[in-house]
């Protein structure tokens, strides 16, 4: 009996100094993060533990679990974003950029880009297919870096740093912005060459997976360039002044806020300039080329004032206002895509805005008389409806190719210019447009003054 003790004791010495601890599954990277994370909680508990009751300190460790977990939904949103975008800029340089290099490959193209005097292409070519492949290139060194992020993702987790080296990387999108324009130019000259359109369509088509137009790539820089302090600024709402991470997020969204703010009007200017190439694209008979200088400022569908019958709504044009002149256009039946057919052009040198004339609005909403005479009619008088507020503008135009003053579309104007019709006249047209809404009447005039200011103090 007094051995059993004993013996009892020995086991239980035998037993614990043959257990060995495995942790063999844990990897130098899922160790340092335990580490923080049981680091936290001794601070917390250091801090907090001798003098809050459990409830307040229940509630402060749920709202930081809450934080992590909207902070890590929000980054793996951003993820699938980023690498939709990558992924685009890796079909342009897959598919695109080889076929075009093909294309100009061929001596007979060769032959008629050099027949025409296209100068510089070659150096514009290469800096478009160097700048499409440096933003994939930056883009897809971020998504590794972030790919990994999230794989060991934690209350503790950093990510300002790769933000901050993606910040560094984007920095090139400013030269590229710069050489933009020349870009544009080149690509007009390269559509205008023998079975380029068909050779680009050709390309899409034989794709595997859904492939955009070219100028879809050509835009998608300047989409993107300017999105990522708001994701940073969301990452924020959810981490805590005294995380980590917090000081080097407020950095690197003051820097990107920085970097948008300077590239906000390299953007517009090639997006305005990108749509000048898109509209000679779909516009028949367009006489208003892509230049350097051209840039689009506005494009909608309005309705064209007939002088002669003002009551008509149905006469439905698309202008088109450029920095330096303004076209209408014709809606051209096509079922596999939208063509336009230019319908004329109006000149601004010279040319007066002003608002519809009182006279004219009148006509315009006046009441349509009965066809039949009111003795036929037993009906009693209906009260009148309301009238239909007019919005739109009135342009005064030289008119270079008219013989004279045939209709009311035509004002005579004294100005003098002796090459006009041999009699030293300039007959002045007028152009009268409806808008659809008082913001866009506020809209179109207010940059026709400034497109008329610029083009005749030129």
Not at 138 to 162: C, K, N, Y
Not at 392 to 400: A, C, I, Q, T, W
Request: hydrophobic letters at 40%; proline letters at 5%; one cysteine or more.
């Amino acid at each position: 009996m007094s051995n059993s003790p004993s013996a009892t004791s020995s086991g239980s010495s035998e037993s614990s100094s043959s257990f060995v601890p495995n942790f063999s599954f844990m990897t130098d990277a899922s160790y340092q993060q335990l580490v923080d994370d049981l680091s936290i909680i001794d601070d917390l508990d250091a801090v907090y533990g001798n003098y809050i009751d459990n409830e307040a300190f229940d509630k402060q460790v749920a709202d930081v679990a809450r934080n992590v977990s909207f902070k890590h939904q929000s980054l793996v949103s951003f993820f699938r974003d980023e690498s939709r975008y990558a992924k685009e800029l890796s079909q342009f340089q897959d598919y695109y950029a080889t076929q075009i290099q093909k294309w100009i490959d061929i001596p007979a193209n060769r032959a008629s880009l050099a027949k025409r005097k296209v100068p510089e292409y070659k150096e514009h070519l290469q800096m478009f297919f160097d700048g499409m492949s440096m933003m994939h290139a930056a883009h897809t060194a971020f998504i590794s870096d972030m790919e990994a992020r999230l794989g060991m993702w934690g209350p503790t987790q950093l990510v300002s740093d790769i933000f901050t080296s993606l910040y560094l990387r984007i920095l090139a999108y400013k030269s590229f912005f710069d050489n933009y324009s020349q870009i544009i130019v080149m690509l007009d000259t390269l559509y205008k060459g023998p079975s380029f359109n068909k050779s680009i369509h050709a390309c899409a088509s034989e794709a595997n997976q859904s492939i955009h137009p070219l100028l879809y790539y050509v835009r998608l820089p300047t989409t993107r360039s300017v999105t990522y302090s708001r994701i940073i600024t969301q990452l924020l709402d959810y981490t805590e002044p005294s995380h980590p991470d917090y000081l080097g997020l407020v950095d690197i969204r003051h820097n990107l806020i920085l970097l948008e703010k300077e590239l906000h009007e390299k953007v517009n200017d090639c997006q305005s300039h990108l749509m000048v190439l898109e509209c000679s694209r779909i516009i028949e008979n367009c006489s208003v080329p892509v230049t350097i200088d051209r840039r689009l400022i506005l494009r909608a569908t309005l309705i064209k004032v007939s002088l002669e019958n003002p009551l008509l709504v149905n006469d439905t044009r698309t202008y088109v206002l450029y920095n330096d002149s303004l076209i209408f256009c014709k809606k051209v039946k096509n079922l596999r895509k939208e063509r336009l057919q230019c319908k004329g052009v109006l000149d601004l040198v010279g040319a007066t805005l002003r608002p519809i004339p009182k006279s004219l609005v009148a006509q315009m909403t006046e009441a349509r008389k009965p066809v039949l005479p009111a003795f036929f009619s037993k009906k009693l008088e209906e009260p009148q409806s309301p009238q239909i507020p007019v919005y739109g503008f009135e342009l005064v135009v030289n008119d270079r190719n008219s013989d004279g003053p045939t209709s009311q579309n035509f004002s005579f104007a004294v100005d003098s210019l002796p090459t006009v019709n041999g009699t030293g006249v300039v007959y002045r047209r007028r152009h009268v447009v409806r808008t659809n809404t008082l913001s866009e009447q506020t809209l179109w005039i207010d940059k026709l003054v400034k497109v008329l200011q610029a083009v005749n103090s030129s």
